[in-house]
């Protein structure tokens, strides 16, 4: 599983990170994608995506 994140969109509010640490991370204002999902994060992931503000985070 992988996520991916549309930059533009972002508007750097943190949940994420928040929600799956070991996907998300911020880096100045953006939060970024340190890597592939790891076993068994799958549903942090795919809750982050769900509870980002502006559903701009894809996961597939
Ligand atoms: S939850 Fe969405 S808007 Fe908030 S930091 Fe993450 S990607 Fe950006």
Known sequence: MKA??????CIG?????NDC????EMNADKAIVK???PA???DACKNA?????VQC????
Do not use: Q, R, T, Y
Not at 13 to 17: D, K, P, R
Not at 49 to 53: E, L, V, Y
């Open 35 to 37: 890597g592939p999902v």
């Open 57 to 60: 985070i894809k996961v597939e």
């Open 49 to 53: 995506a769900a509870n980002c503000p």
């Open 13 to 17: 509010c943190g949940l994420c990170a």
């Open 40 to 42: 068994g994060k799958e």
């Open 4 to 9: 991916a994140i549309d930059a533009g969109s």
């Open 21 to 24: 640490p070991e996907v998300f």
